[in-house]
């Protein structure tokens, strides 16, 4: 099983940006779905992104479309999230996030969060106003 470490959260003003990163212990090729959820304590945790790690595929949550990007390095087995004109609304633990290693259907972070298996220990985001 792949272990994940996110880093990269911060403290930021409305507006700003951030991006997140993801080390994974061993090459993301190995599992076909890696992606970002994030939770605030007491909110039901929400999927911003996800990428299929074969052909570099990206679906976004509609609340970050145009403002996220994922994506992977492979040579340096990260994912990344980079997140700009942040709003308090972004505030919470993003976590990284992937699938077991079977290859093949949907991504999709809500609709088949089941599928994410290995998680990080998660990265605190806050956004001021």
């Known amino acids: 099983q792949v272990q994940l470490v996110e880093s990269g959260g911060d403290s930021v003003q409305a507006g700003g940006s951030l991006r997140l990163s993801c080390a994974a212990s061993?090459?993301?090729?190995?599992?076909?779905?890696m992606a970002w959820f994030r939770q605030i304590p007491g909110r039901e945790r929400e999927g911003v992104a996800a990428?299929?790690?074969?052909?570099?595929?990206?679906v976004y949550a509609d609340s970050v479309k145009g403002r996220f990007t994922i994506s992977q390095d492979k040579g340096k087995n990260t994912l990344n999230l980079l997140m700009n004109n942040m709003e308090p609304l972004d505030t919470a633990m993003y976590y990284c996030?992937?699938?077991?290693?079977?290859?093949?259907?949907?991504?999709?972070?809500?609709?088949?969060?089941?599928?994410?298996?290995?998680w990080g220990q998660g990265t605190q985001v806050t956004v001021s106003a």
């Open positions: 061993e090459s993301i090729s190995r599992t076909y779905c």
């Open positions: 990428i299929y790690t074969d052909v570099g595929l990206t």
């Open positions: 996030a992937a699938a077991d290693g079977t290859y093949g259907g949907r991504c999709d972070p809500d609709q088949f969060s089941f599928k994410y298996k290995f």
